[in-house]
């Protein structure tokens, strides 16, 4: 990267924290930030695949650190700021990716609350523990700072039976909003990235899994099929818009949302993920055509 660009930016000797960033968006935000002349703190569960990205910063003469966290335990995220901090000194730029479906696959109509839990804390909690932590140890540092929060399309449009990831990302889009009021007064601002379904290795594991649900490898197909620009997105493509957020470019834009999904979301055509299938907590009272079956007669009791 040019030093006109790197100053462009105003990144070079900053330390970023990326958490989720073992693997996909990122995994490749981190080498972004890196490349931008930032130190990066790797978060993710796995810890070897933290210490693979690692291994490629510092091979690009970047430091950087390996810290494994599960953001669903509420100590995580100020434990992980705390490590970040100790081994690369203070953060002021803070990418918070980790997320996911959690494995919750079904209508709401068959979902038990533990269920309906389990996305929130994954998505919503973690991002919620993860700004409050990285603010307030920017607050302390004295510095300004900026704070990317990562969401789902799922948050933005209605998502058949991802009703709790759908709920939580909308929660990520709109705490991103508040937490960007409260927090302009210190000079540090928060955005939200929204990414649609991209190819990232655990993707193409399922496209290429001829075990995996017929119905998750449809949703890939037809969602590739159905972008307006052609397939499904590669990551370092989004994590050109985190870098943007992050970076001294998106200067003047906090609060705000921005969505990379190769402009899927402007269709009518977004498949349901693992559509198809009648909620078992209904499926002895409909039909083949999901029609409501006819009760039968009872009866009458004599007078």
Known sequence: MSHELTDLLGLAGRTALVT???????????????????????????VAAAERTVAEMTAKG????????????????????????????????????AGGTAGVNKS????????????????LDSTFLSVQAEAIAMVRAGLPGTIVNVGSTSGVT?????????????????????????????????????????????TRA??????????????????????????????EQTAGVALFLASNLSS????TSVVSDGGILHTTARPAFGGGTVPEAIRDHVDADRSPRAASPTKKERP
């Open 158 to 202: 209605g998502a058949p039976n991802l009703s709790p990831y759908g709920a939580a990302n909308a929660g990520v889009i709109h705490f991103t909003k508040t937490a960007a009021l409260e927090l302009a007064p210190y000079r540090i601002r928060v955005n939200c990235l929204i990414p649609g379904t991209h190819w990232t290795t655990g």
């Open 206 to 235: 399922h496209m290429n899994n001829p075990e995996a649900p017929t119905s998750v490898r449809e949703f890939f197909a037809k969602s590739a099929a159905a972008t307006p620009l052609g397939d499904l997105g590669e990551p």
């Open 252 to 255: 003047y834009v906090t609060g």
């Open 20 to 46: 989720g960033a073992g693997s996909g968006i990122a995994r490749a935000t981190a080498h972004r930030l890196a490349d931008a002349g930032c130190d990066v703190a790797v978060v993710d569960l796995d």
């Open 108 to 123: 709401f109509l068959d979902l038990t609350l533990d269920e309906w839990h389990r996305p929130m804390a994954l998505n």
């Open 62 to 97: 970047r430091k950087a650190v390996a810290v494994q966290a599960d953001v669903t335990n509420p100590a995580a995220p100020a434990a992980m700021v705390r490590r970040a901090v100790e081994a690369l000194g203070p953060i002021s730029v803070a990418v918070n990716v």
